[in-house]
Nanobody, 126 residues
Framework: QVRLVESGGGLVQAGDSLRLSCAASGLTLRDYAMGWFRQAPGKERVFVATVSMNGDRTLYGDSVKGRFTISRDNAKNSVYLQMNSLKPEDTAVYYC???????????????????WGQGTQVTVSS
């Protein structure tokens, strides 16, 4: 059974940093592109960042580019999202997702992902 478990969310002030973690089990992480998405209340789930199977290719949503960094450690079956200079508009539930791939590509389309975590809440106060 595949499980993705996010952690590291919380309540912070604008300008602060947070590091989200995603622990994967039941799959071989190196066979998957990984991504982070977020969903604010009343809004759709949107793309935040993705990293390729090998970890050498990344892609970011425009709203987080330059502030967030995605990384992975296949040996630890984990993916991370370092979030700096947080803004109130970053407030959302953040989801980790896995997309099975045969090529070392990034994946930014939500429907391309095969597995999802339950999410972790990030709240940024002004």
């Amino acid at each position: 059974q595949v499980r993705l478990v996010e952690s590291g969310g919380g309540l912070v002030q604008a300008g602060d940093s947070l590091r989200l973690s995603c622990a994967a089990s039941g799959l071989t992480l190196r066979d998957y592109a990984m991504g982070w998405f977020r969903q604010a209340p009343g809004k759709e789930r949107v793309f935040v960042a993705t990293v390729s199977m090998n970890g050498d290719r990344t892609l970011y949503g425009d709203s987080v580019k330059g502030r967030f960094t995605i990384s992975r450690d296949n040996a630890k079956n984990s993916v991370y999202l370092q979030m700096n200079s947080l803004k109130p508009e970053d407030t959302a539930v953040y989801y980790c997702a896995a997309a099975r791939r045969t090529l070392n590509t990034v994946v930014f389309v939500r429907n391309s992902y095969d597995y999802w975590g339950q999410g972790t809440q990030v709240t940024v106060s002004s």
